[in-house]
């Protein structure tokens, strides 16, 4: 990967070097950052609002794969998928701490390339890094990331909130991330049986970003506090529509009928699906990865998100004996299961 | 390991049904603590304190050798290492967050082992786990380790607040986390040149349990609080003495006089360190993981502190123009460099 290129052997810059090296064009932004990186800890002042915290562990092989995927994306998604968990708290993201474990047979131009999207990510959601820690690894690259955020007690959405009658919305379009990885993988098996054959991308631009360069949606959180709309519940969508609407039930003791035919999915994934003889609803509810925010509000807030195009309404909460329900395109009811992809999971 | 006992397959319990396992019996004990596991984040309130936040990583391979390290110790020592960091803020370790990495050859029993080492350390320090998150891992065991406090403004100390005439002062002692890894790595060479040979560490108890199961020194956190000393700088051992003190010295512009005489090394560490035929002071000024507290303090609290038998005054702060510097027994003066065996290294 980085054959042809100027290699710069991390040894040579020392322990505490690399750190002064990866570190040295940090500035603090968030007036809750007392002190960052270069102590035993940082240091936070969030005066009498509520800490938010939440972490994601990236294994190299089981979240993501180097063969298609650039550094740089790595690590600004890595990042992303943190910031979302913040964002699902309805809070505001203010922090995170990076721990890297990265083997030798990396230069230090590579940790460069991923610290570029880990900066860029946090330059653009306003966010300071605030300290974590590099070591060797002599297994592949492993990425632990802490995000640490901020809200005011009556603004905190939990996942157990949700009552009978409430609408189920759902940012964005869902499926896309998914399909993205179909394509890569798919692309990546050409490659490998024939390296001559670019990989052929043309045209799957949106689906592709989706897998390798997500957003967390901070937009949203705005715009709900915009329309002075508080959630009753909300979860981020990272392992499919299913298994986070089913948390919600179950967090809330409550069922839900979710209608298939409103699941916003981008033509695109849907195309994508059918060329892989994937069912497109199949990979919203499975697919997992859109990092797309999941909440229930009240029926009285209708009239103020009815015409919103950032989110869609798909379904209702009902009483818990009802149970968790799709009703297909066909009208038919079907139990919603979770198939999440997801390895083990997140204890948040 | 686990060839003859009982197994149980993670994959049976399922992504969450693992969380629901390894979490069911956390009780959140700290006022702070609004959240704990089962949301998208942690909720935390410290009214108007400062936040504490320091992360660790932990490899196996690089940081832990299975072949000797007992899971339960394993996870006892990952909470250690990081509550080790609070303290040395001078602040209350009050949360954490574990995230783990396993490969499927782990059963659930060595997942349990592990956990059980991280709530017995959590219990002892009086600590919440409030998240983390779980992930299958192609790779060896990874271990990221999250740890929250707080800390009134007035009582924090940094590693930059040092001066001149200032006195150097470390817990306990060290060198024994070396020696005793360097005891545990010959057991195994000679236990796989011939498994009938069962380790010898008789007799080597403190040095093999000061590499295995270190204690965080809250106890003097509490100590110097009692005595109304506050340390002008501290730091945790985690590297060695030698590169420790050069973060306090470089942090605050300053230099040092260290007298190896002074150095805390107990009998059973000189004498192991003689066998294998080390210098007992390398290994107490760059053997690391003995986290012990360096700290400076004021010759106007020499008082205070003279008649205290849980930490030993080593030396003294100077300008930065005389360096840092170590006086042999011997009475010569050698520059104090650091040689620590850590990869990479941490930005805390």
Known sequence: MFENEERTNIEKLGEFGLIDHLTKNIKL?????????????????????????????????????????????LGYKAVQVNLSDIYAMNGTAT?????????????????????????????????????????????????????????DEKDIVYRNGAEEGDLICVSGDLGGAYTGLQLLEREKLVYMENPNIQPDLEGKDYIVERQLKPEARKDIIDLLQDMQVKPTAMIDVSDGLASELLHICKQSNKGCKLYEEKIPID???????????????????????????????????????KFKLDFTIIGYITEPNAGCNLITKSGNMHELKAQGWNAFGSLQ
Chains 1, 2 share one sequence.
């Open 29 to 73: 932004t968030q007036k809750s950052s007392i002190k960052g990186v270069g102590d035993d800890a940082a240091v936070l002042d969030f005066g009498g609002k509520k800490t938010l915290i939440s972490t994601d562990m990236l294994l190299e092989g089981i979240h993501f794969d180097l063969a298609y995927t650039p550094l740089k994306h």
């Open 95 to 151: 922090q995170v701490t990076v721990s890297i474990g990265m083997s030798s047979r990396f230069p230090l131009e590579a940790i460069e390339e991923l610290y570029e999207g880990i900066y860029l990510a946090c330059d653009k959601y306003g966010v300071d890094l605030i300290g974590g820690d590099t070591t060797a690894s002599k297994q592949g690259l492993v990425i632990s990331i802490t995000s640490i955020g901020y809200a």
């Open 267 to 305: 033509p695109m994934t849907y195309e994508t699906a059918r060329e892989f003889n994937l069912d497109p609803t199949v990979c919203a509810l499975s697919g997992g990865e859109d990092y797309e925010l999941l909440f229930t509000v009240k029926q009285a807030d209708y009239d103020k998100i």
